[in-house]
């Protein structure tokens, strides 16, 4: 396992992109925005896939209104076959899920299989873990920052606490982009 400070190092790097130089005007296209947010997102699923060897990794930004909030994939890394996540997550279909992030900053699943939570869900959940972590700036939730296994996991409580760092530092990244990405 790479170090967690490997990983804040991959994440200053990714993070550069979303910065102007001092002499450019910030390009607010929607489409170069997105490019940015989802070259980002990549780089840092990439480095979060290796670190915590997870067969996923992805980066979300939370919007909507209490009740009928969704999730977005900004970019995701998916190891050892594709993925078929969707790139919107609806509050209204996944309540046990956003309930646990929104109430306690994480959701937690070693087996989808046999989680209360996910056990219902048809189609069932598109990984078999889960260890997602949601990020708050003053105290407002803006993304998430998920990892998934394709077989059941034990997630430790360092790998939790590594994570639960990560998204603060990707939330910092992403918030200065948050309302133009709100609006594409």
Known sequence: MDTIEQLFAAMRAASQDLQWPATEGPDHRPDAISERAERYAQAVSAALCSHFRSSHASLWLLDGVPGDYRLRCLGAQAVGGSSAQRPVCEQRAY????????????????????????????????????????????????????????????????????????????CLHLHALRYDLETI
């Open 95 to 170: 309540r046990g899920y956003f309930d646990a992030l929104l109430s306690h900053g994480v959701f937690r699943c070693d087996d989808a299989r046999t989680d209360a939570r996910l056990s219902l869900l048809e189609p069932p959940p598109t990984w078999r873990a889960m260890l997602d972590v949601s990020g708050q700036i003053n105290g407002r939730t803006v993304g998430v920052v998920a990892l998934g296994q394709r077989e059941a996991r034990v997630w430790t409580k360092r790998e939790e606490l590594e994570l639960r760092r990560v998204t603060a530092k990707a």
